[in-house]
């Protein structure tokens, strides 16, 4: 059985709705399904709207169902999971003249959920067990005490499970006639007006609450009649009545936005935005059966409504939560619990120690040991849950009525079968995580090592490329050295004429090289130029071929005796520079003819 069902009720038509002839928008098909404006639905003034919308429930019922149809097919086998230790819920929502009120309370001839509920509670109350009474009412946002109308403006106070209200009056009842009266002189304070569509419209949110007692446990049983959802156009209201109007579709709001975090498993509900979500926290939050009746009519006068209470009810039919049995199902003493206390203590103390043992060790390199020790402690306290059920299931061994006892205790059991599941699961989520986790560092210490290698690279690069732009530097040094020398040498031997192109289109090289750096400094590297240079020097040096020491010698005698001006010397200027030895023997064979000339005269 969910622990959340939703329950849609049809309410026929009533007076005022015959009477303007409106038109059936709901279709119902089967015990569970509805379908909202179907294809075949025309409205009043005879557009075809057909939305065809269907909607899927655990309970639907139609203009002929009754109020003992509903309490035995939806609410009596929840009556059961409450002797059973499990708290219920019952609330009633919808537009305002929806039918949730007739729903609750009934009529003289057919008694609602209300009435029909209390007297399987008495049916059922056994000897050693005690019911108490509490009723109060929202209204605009404030809780007042019905059983005591001195009791207004109640305040809230967070307990550790739930919320209480404080200076609530609590009432035992022994009777069905005593409950009886006090509800319907409770039901005199309610607030209630006449509205457009409601000749007694609830003006308040009603809660009525049992609290059953045993020696063992204390269920909750809460019967809510919601104030029906507005629209201040279609009931007309004015002044006050607008008001509480507004703070009735304020409070319904946080419901429908508690409803929808639920809904989408958000691990943060609103419940704190309004009196009545914080009063229901305990019944939405899974520590409750609860049943949703949805109230709704055919009528298409209410097209909008019908088709907002549908689609809030199967927002509800989302949640899925697990309800928990009353923590106080099993009974210790105060031995006992101090035993289980400190037992937990020590165990709790292990696995901390157990883990800072992994982390200062580093043991744990992976999930194995965690997920053993995590295991042990899980196995180990489901035991102790289990042992607690055996033993008080002997303390009921002799007793004749111990059945219902042991079907609470196997129930018992299967829940704290399922909670370790729970727990398991969940472990094995966090040791996929933790190894995912490592995963993650790995691959995080591979980019950086990566880097890191990279880097250095890169230095032994640069460092590289320095040593060889400092060598090609010292040959270029050299060879210019070398080049100067050379072209001292050649002027003597070729003159300046044919020697100075040479040296002016050398020395435009690396200016022009350095002009294109400047202009693009990543298109000639620095080793690109350094050979640029180097092979125009030896190509210069290859071009004048002059290298060995005796011609050099030569060239400077030469140039040492030589005379500035002497008759009868003639020296043909050589295109071709590789004939200059040629042309120094043909000067010095003149030389050496004019001097014989000069003897012989």
Same mark, same amino acid.
């Given at each position: 059985?969910?622990?959340?069902?939703?329950?849609?009720?049809?309410?026929?038509?009533?007076?005022?709705?015959?009477?303007?002839?409106?038109?059936?928008?709901?279709?119902?098909?089967?015990?569970?399904?509805?379908?909202?404006?179907?294809?075949?639905?025309?409205?009043?003034?005879?557009?075809?709207?057909?939305?065809?919308?269907?909607?899927? *429930?655990?309970?639907? *019922?139609?203009?002929?169902?009754?109020?003992?149809?509903?309490?035995?097919?939806?609410?009596?086998?929840?009556?059961?999971?409450?002797?059973?230790?499990?708290?219920?819920?019952?609330?009633?929502?919808?537009?305002?003249?929806?039918?949730?009120?007739?729903?609750?309370?009934?009529?003289?001839?057919?008694?609602?959920?209300?009435?029909?509920?209390?007297?399987?509670?008495?049916?059922?109350?056994?000897?050693?067990?005690?019911?108490?009474?509490?009723?109060?009412?929202? *209204?605009?946002?404030?809780?007042?005490?019905?059983?005591?109308?001195?009791?207004?403006?109640?305040?809230?106070?967070?307990?550790?499970?739930?919320?209480?209200?404080?200076?609530?009056?609590?009432?035992?009842?022994?009777?069905?006639?005593?409950?009886?009266?006090?509800?319907?002189?409770?039901?005199?304070?309610?607030?209630?007006?006449?509205?457009?569509?409601?000749?007694?419209?609830?003006?308040?949110?009603?809660?009525?609450?049992?609290?059953?007692?045993?020696?063992? =446990?204390?269920?909750?049983?809460?019967?809510?009649?919601?104030?029906?959802?507005?629209?201040?156009?279609?009931?007309?209201?004015?002044?006050?009545?607008?008001?509480?109007?507004?703070?009735?579709?304020?409070?319904?709001?946080?419901?429908? =936005?508690?409803?929808?975090?639920?809904?989408?498993?958000?691990?943060?509900?609103?419940?704190?935005?309004?009196?009545?979500?914080?009063?229901?926290?305990?019944?939405?939050?899974?520590?409750?059966?609860?049943?949703?009746?949805?109230?709704?009519?055919?009528?298409?006068?209410?097209?909008?409504?019908?088709?907002?209470?549908?689609?809030?009810?199967?927002?509800?039919?989302?949640?899925?939560?697990?309800?928990?049995? =009353?923590?106080?199902?099993?009974?210790?003493?105060?031995?006992?619990?101090?035993?289980?206390?400190?037992?937990?203590?020590?165990?709790?103390?292990?696995?901390?120690?157990?883990?800072?043992?992994?982390?200062?060790?580093?043991?744990?390199?992976?999930?194995?040991?965690?997920?053993?020790?995590?295991?042990?402690?899980?196995?180990?306290?489901?035991?102790?849950?289990?042992?607690?059920?055996?033993?008080?299931?002997?303390?009921?061994?002799?007793?004749?009525?111990?059945?219902?006892?042991?079907?609470?205790?196997?129930?018992?059991?299967?829940?704290?079968?399922?909670?370790?599941?729970?727990?398991?699961?969940?472990?094995?989520?966090?040791?996929?995580?933790?190894?995912?986790?490592?995963?993650?560092?790995?691959?995080?210490?591979?980019? @950086? =090592?990566?880097?890191?290698?990279?880097?250095?690279?890169?230095?032994?690069?640069? @460092?590289?490329?320095?040593?060889?732009?400092?060598?090609?530097?010292?040959?270029?040094?050299?060879?210019?050295?070398?080049?100067?020398?050379?072209?001292?040498?050649?002027?003597?031997?070729?003159?300046?004429?044919?020697?100075?192109?040479?040296?002016?289109?050398?020395?435009?090289?690396?200016?022009?090289?350095?002009?294109?750096?400047?202009?693009?400094?990543?298109?000639?590297?620095?080793?690109?130029?350094?050979?640029?240079?180097?092979?125009?020097?030896?190509?210069?040096?290859?071009?004048?071929?002059?290298?060995?020491?005796?011609?050099?010698?030569?060239?400077?005698?030469?140039?040492?005796?030589?005379?500035?001006?002497?008759?009868?010397?003639?020296?043909?200027?050589?295109?071709?520079?590789?004939?200059? @030895?040629?042309?120094?023997?043909?000067?010095?064979?003149?030389?050496?003819?004019?001097?014989?000339?000069?003897?012989?005269?």
């Amino acid at each position: 059985m969910d622990t959340f069902q939703v329950a849609v009720r049809v309410r026929p038509q009533n007076q005022k709705e015959l009477l303007n002839q409106s038109k059936s928008i709901l279709q119902i098909q089967n015990g569970k399904q509805i379908v909202f404006d179907p294809a075949t639905t025309e409205s009043a003034s005879g557009h075809v709207r057909q939305k065809n919308l269907g909607f899927s *429930y655990d309970y639907v *019922y139609n203009e002929r169902s009754t109020n003992t149809q509903i309490f035995n097919e939806a609410v009596n086998p929840l009556l059961d999971k409450l002797f059973a230790g499990f708290n219920l819920t019952v609330f009633a929502y919808g537009a305002t003249s929806s039918g949730k009120t007739f729903t609750i309370q009934g009529s003289q001839s057919e008694p609602g959920i209300l009435f029909q509920s209390l007297e399987q509670l008495f049916k059922r109350l056994q000897p050693d067990q005690t019911l108490k009474m509490s009723f109060v009412e929202i *209204y605009n946002e404030q809780i007042n005490d019905l059983l005591n109308t001195k009791n207004v403006n109640l305040q809230l106070r967070d307990d550790v499970n739930a919320v209480q209200i404080v200076n609530l009056t609590q009432i035992k009842i022994e009777s069905i006639q005593q409950t009886l009266l006090l509800i319907n002189k409770a039901f005199q304070f309610r607030q209630t007006q006449a509205t457009g569509e409601n000749a007694n419209s609830s003006r308040s949110h009603s809660i009525l609450q049992f609290d059953l007692q045993t020696a063992t =446990n204390t269920v909750k049983f809460l019967i809510i009649d919601l104030a029906g959802s507005e629209r201040l156009k279609r009931t007309n209201c004015e002044g006050q009545r607008m008001l509480e109007g507004c703070s009735i579709n304020k409070s319904l709001l946080a419901l429908g =936005n508690c409803l929808s975090a639920l809904c989408r498993n958000n691990s943060y509900v609103p419940f704190r935005n309004s009196k009545l979500t914080r009063i229901l926290k305990e019944t939405l939050s899974g520590q409750s059966k609860v049943l949703m009746m949805c109230n709704v009519t055919s009528s298409d006068l209410q097209y909008e409504d019908t088709l907002n209470s549908l689609t809030y009810a199967q927002r509800a039919t989302y949640i899925k939560c697990q309800s928990k049995i =009353n923590i106080q199902s099993i009974q210790l003493n105060q031995t006992e619990l101090n035993q289980i206390i400190q037992q937990l203590k020590e165990e709790n103390q292990q696995l901390i120690q157990d883990l800072e043992k992994a982390k200062i060790t580093q043991h744990l390199e992976d999930t194995t040991e965690l997920d053993t020790i995590l295991k042990e402690l899980i196995e180990s306290t489901s035991l102790l849950y289990l042992n607690q059920c055996d033993r008080k299931y002997l303390e009921f061994e002799n007793n004749t009525e111990n059945v219902k006892k042991i079907g609470e205790l196997q129930e018992l059991e299967q829940l704290a079968l399922e909670q370790s599941k729970q727990l398991k699961d969940k472990l094995k989520q966090f040791t996929t995580e933790k190894a995912q986790l490592k995963i993650q560092i790995a691959h995080s210490k591979i980019q @950086e =090592n990566k880097l890191s290698q990279l880097s250095i690279l890169r230095g032994k690069i640069i @460092e590289q490329m320095q040593n060889i732009n400092a060598h090609q530097k010292h040959v270029i040094t050299h060879q210019q050295e070398v080049f100067e020398q050379l072209s001292q040498i050649a002027a003597v031997a070729l003159g300046e004429s044919e020697v100075a192109p040479l040296i002016k289109q050398f020395k435009r090289v690396p200016k022009q090289t350095q002009a294109q750096q400047a202009k693009s400094a990543d298109d000639l590297m620095l080793s690109q130029l350094n050979t640029q240079q180097i092979n125009t020097t030896q190509n210069f040096t290859k071009n004048i071929n002059i290298y060995e020491p005796k011609r050099i010698q030569t060239l400077e005698k030469w140039n040492a005796s030589r005379v500035k001006i002497i008759p009868g010397l003639t020296r043909k200027i050589s295109i071709n520079k590789y004939e200059y @030895e040629n042309q120094l023997d043909e000067l010095t064979s003149q030389l050496n003819n004019m001097s014989g000339s000069i003897r012989r005269k």
